[in-house]
């Protein structure tokens, strides 16, 4: 099987550089995890999930025993009521199951908020 870089978005930096940051200010990674840059070294069900992302991106870690897959979208409208840059963000399971979702908000002093922690968007 030939290897396949990650989906991008149409935005793609916009989505990339707004899921960089969200990642960093959460530490949702631990510092000692690499980057999964291709959709082949991922588990058969996490590359199934990976190659679903539509207008999104997704990203993965690995510390060699866990894996950590997030995909995330930008919401227009909720960006547009919020007058923010808005990120649905799905945290996936080694089952490619979503194990929680969200809205979150970049504030202009560069903080992220939680907006809806129940969103109908799903990834």
Same mark, same amino acid.
């Given at each position: 099987? &030939?290897? %396949?870089?990650?989906?991008?978005?149409?935005?793609?930096? %916009?989505?990339?550089?707004?899921?960089?940051?969200?990642?960093?200010?959460?530490?949702?990674?631990?510092?000692? /995890?690499?980057?999964?840059?291709?959709?082949?070294?991922?588990?058969?069900?996490?590359?199934?999930? &990976?190659?679903?992302?539509?207008?999104?991106?997704?990203? /993965?870690?690995?510390?060699?025993?866990?894996?950590?897959?997030?995909? /995330?979208?930008?919401?227009?409208?909720?960006?547009?009521?919020?007058?923010?840059? &808005?990120?649905?963000?799905?945290?996936?399971?080694?089952?490619?199951?979503?194990?929680?979702?969200?809205? !979150?908000?970049?504030?202009?002093?560069?903080? !992220?908020?939680?907006?809806? &922690?129940?969103?109908?968007?799903?990834?």
């Amino acid at each position: 099987m &030939a290897t %396949q870089p990650q989906k991008r978005a149409s935005q793609p930096s %916009q989505v990339d550089s707004l899921l960089d940051s969200f990642i960093v200010s959460q530490q949702y990674v631990p510092d000692t /995890a690499r980057p999964v840059r291709f959709c082949d070294e991922l588990p058969l069900r996490l590359q199934l999930r &990976a190659r679903q992302v539509r207008h999104g991106v997704w990203r /993965a870690w690995t510390d060699g025993l866990r894996i950590w897959f997030v995909v /995330a979208k930008l919401i227009p409208e909720v960006s547009r009521e919020v007058n923010r840059q &808005a990120l649905h963000v799905s945290f996936i399971d080694m089952d490619g199951r979503i194990a929680s979702c969200a809205v !979150w908000t970049l504030s202009s002093d560069g903080r !992220w908020s939680l907006y809806d &922690a129940y969103p109908r968007f799903r990834s």
